[in-house]
């Protein structure tokens, strides 16, 4: 009985240090998942895109772009990793612009879509900035996106 006891607290201390570490690989995972660069490609087919499927193309390129983006995190934007993906990226956002019926939501994805080449051009962040502002002020319009911050530079939802 004694070397139970003797033995619990080792047992013990080794659980709590399991349980540390457990939690510290969990947290660098989920923090790695949110600031990943790589461009979020859904790989959409033109003949069947949906206007459900264009609100969650929006959503996720908004959430990308604020993650990629913001607060602080454009310092660390990697060109080399937006590069690489530029061609798919493009690729799907031309099957977005060919599918969608309003003009004002075809110009401001046209729109994007030059904004994009610039960047990829130039390795300047200020027209990826400009795209996440986009994608932003389409959340709030198309999906009905809560926030107080408004950009005011889409097309789409300033006739409505």
């Known amino acids: 009985m004694r070397i139970i006891f003797k033995r619990k607290p080792v047992i013990i201390s080794i659980l709590i240090i399991l349980s ?3 939690c510290t690989a969990f947290y660098i995972i989920k923090d790695n998942r949110v600031t990943s660069n790589g ?3 859904q790989h959409l087919e033109v003949s069947k895109i949906t206007q459900t ?3 969650k193309y929006i959503s996720s390129n908004h959430h990308y772009w604020n993650n990629a983006l913001c607060w602080g ?3 660390n934007f990697s060109f080399l990793e937006f590069n690489k993906q530029y061609g798919s990226y493009i690729k799907e956002l031309d099957h977005v612009i060919n599918s969608v019926g309003d003009q004002d939501l075809k110009e401001d994805f046209t729109h994007t879509k030059a904004l994009l080449a610039e960047a990829e051009a130039t390795n300047d962040i200020q027209p990826l900035i400009d795209v996440h502002r986009i994608f932003h ?3 709030v319009d198309y999906n009905h996106y809560s926030t107080k911050d408004y950009f005011g530079v889409t097309q789409y939802g300033e006739k409505q």
Request: aromatic residues 0%; without cysteine; negative net charge.
């Open 20 to 22: 540390i570490l457990m």
């Open 39 to 41: 461009l979020p490609i």
């Open 53 to 55: 499927d264009v609100g």
């Open 73 to 75: 995190h454009s310092k």
């Open 137 to 139: 002020d389409l959340d």
